[in-house]
C-alpha cells in the first residue's frame, strides 16, 4: 500500500471546482485506530471542491467505511457501516465566519491553513460520527455476574483505554 500523500491545497482544490477521492488502511487514521476494537480494514474518502456565486469556496466530503467497534453489551466485535457527508465552508486563519453561516446547520465552516493534511480532517469527521455506545441490534450480556456495573460502558471505555 503507498503512502500517498493527502496534504493539499484544499482551498485551491474548492476554487477550481475539482474532486479528490481516495482509500486509506483504518491503521492509517492513527487516531481511528485508537479508538476501534480492531484497526482492520479500509475507510474511502472523497472532496469536492465547489466556488458558489458569491466567491465562497466549500467542499463536500463524503466518508465511507466499515469500522470494528466493541459492542457494549454481548462486549463482542460489531461492524459498524461508517457513513459520513459533510459540506464544509472554507474560511482563511483568523476569518470569522459569516453571520448567517453559524445558524446553517448544514454547513460546517473549517478554517484552513494553506496546506491541509485531508487525513486528519478525514479522522476527525469519523470520530465525530462514532456511535457513543455501539450496540449490536439483537444481542445477550456475556454470563451474568450480579452487578450490572461490571459490564457498563464506563467500565469497557476504562478497559479500553488501558489498551492504548
Ligand atoms: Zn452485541
Redesign the pocket.
Known amino acids: 500500500m503507498s503512502q500517498e500523500s493527502f496534504v493539499i491545497d484544499l482551498r485551491a482544490l474548492a476554487r477550481d471546482g475539482r474532486r479528490l477521492e481516495g482509500e486509506v488502511p483504518v491503521s492509517r487514521l492513527g487516531r481511528v485506530a485508537e479508538s476501534v476494537l480492531e484497526p482492520a480494514g479500509t475507510v474511502a474518502f472523497g472532496f469536492q471542491g465547489e466556488r458558489d456565486g458569491e466567491g465562497k469556496l466549500h467542499v463536500d466530503l463524503w466518508i465511507r467505511g466499515s469500522l470494528v467497534l466493541q459492542?457494549?453489551?454481548?462486549?463482542?466485535a460489531?461492524q459498524w457501516p461508517c457513513e459520513v457527508e459533510n459540506r464544509l465552508l472554507l474560511l482563511r486563519p483568523g476569518e470569522a465566519p459569516p453571520e448567517d453561516e453559524l445558524e446553517n446547520d448544514a454547513e460546517d465552516a473549517l478554517e484552513v491553513e494553506p496546506l491541509t493534511d485531508l487525513l486528519a480532517l478525514v479522522e476527525d469527521e469519523v470520530l465525530l460520527a462514532l456511535p457513543l455506545v455501539p450496540?449490536?441490534d439483537d444481542?445477550?450480556p456475556p454470563v451474568k455476574a450480579g452487578v450490572d456495573e461490571e459490564i457498563s460502558p464506563f467500565a469497557v471505555l476504562r478497559q479500553l483505554r488501558g489498551k492504548v
Do not use: I, K, S, Y
Request: glycine residues 0%.
Open positions: 459492542c457494549q453489551r454481548c462486549l463482542e460489531l450496540r449490536h444481542c445477550d
